[in-house]
């Protein structure tokens, strides 16, 4: 009855395992191969336009303005296809007492999205603040640019003299996620 039993377990095992289960007929999977089913990760060409649109940019994580604090920022980022970025940020901080400011750039912020040769898409980008900026790395599972993961790359500490709103944070280190506003390259309203 055990055998039995381990028999049943293996054979289900087998039969829920994607790449046992017909899985592979429909997207091959390769240490080169990234995605989901859903069909991100599509090993297309990248390029600036892989990223247009509106976007909701959520990221986390801590600063120092004289005092250890947690940050999060939340905003809109509108990416022109082209290399450009223009958006509106809301930092709020705890360091011993609640702040938040707003961040609105018209201008100044920019990215870049090199063609990799095979995998996600892997971007720069620079956020222009109220004086200086702060500059991330981002990736991009997918041609379609539907989403990023970013996170800091200025090592945590930022340079001399850059201010967010009122605030002038000696190191801060955030990580987020950038999520396109209806799913779509103009980033109109409808849904996903």
């Known amino acids: 009855m055990?055998?039995?039993?381990?028999?049943?377990?293996?054979?289900?095992l087998i039969t829920a395992t994607p790449?046992?289960?017909?899985?592979?007929?429909k997207h091959s999977h390769?240490?080169?191969?990234?995605?989901?089913?859903?069909?991100?990760?599509?090993d297309g060409v990248f390029s600036l336009a892989s990223l247009n649109g509106t976007y909701i940019f959520k990221a986390s994580g801590s600063l120092n303005n004289g005092a250890a604090a947690t940050a999060d920022i939340l905003g809109t980022l509108t990416f022109d296809g082209l290399g450009g970025i223009i958006g509106?940020?809301?930092m709020t901080a705890e360091d011993g007492g609640q702040f938040s400011c707003n961040n609105t750039f018209t201008a100044g912020g920019t990215y870049t999205l090199p063609a990799p040769v095979s995998g996600p898409g892997l971007a720069t980008l620079v956020l222009p603040l109220t004086t200086g900026s702060i500059n991330f790395n981002l990736v991009v599972p997918s041609t379609d640019g539907k989403?990023?993961?970013?996170?800091?790359?200025?090592?945590?500490?930022l340079l001399a003299g850059t201010t967010f709103c009122t605030t002038t944070p000696t190191?801060?280190?955030l990580k987020g996620h950038l999520t396109r506003v209806g799913g779509?390259?103009?980033?109109s309203s409808s849904g996903d």
């Open 19 to 25: 790449a046992f289960a017909g899985h592979g007929a």
């Open 30 to 42: 390769s240490v080169t191969s990234w995605g989901s089913e859903s069909g991100e990760g599509d």
């Open 88 to 90: 509106n940020l809301t």
């Open 2 to 12: 055990k055998r039995g039993l381990l028999g049943a377990m293996a054979l289900a």
């Open 147 to 157: 989403s990023a993961d970013a996170i800091q790359s200025d090592n945590g500490t």
């Open 171 to 173: 190191t801060m280190a």
């Open 184 to 187: 779509d390259g103009g980033g």
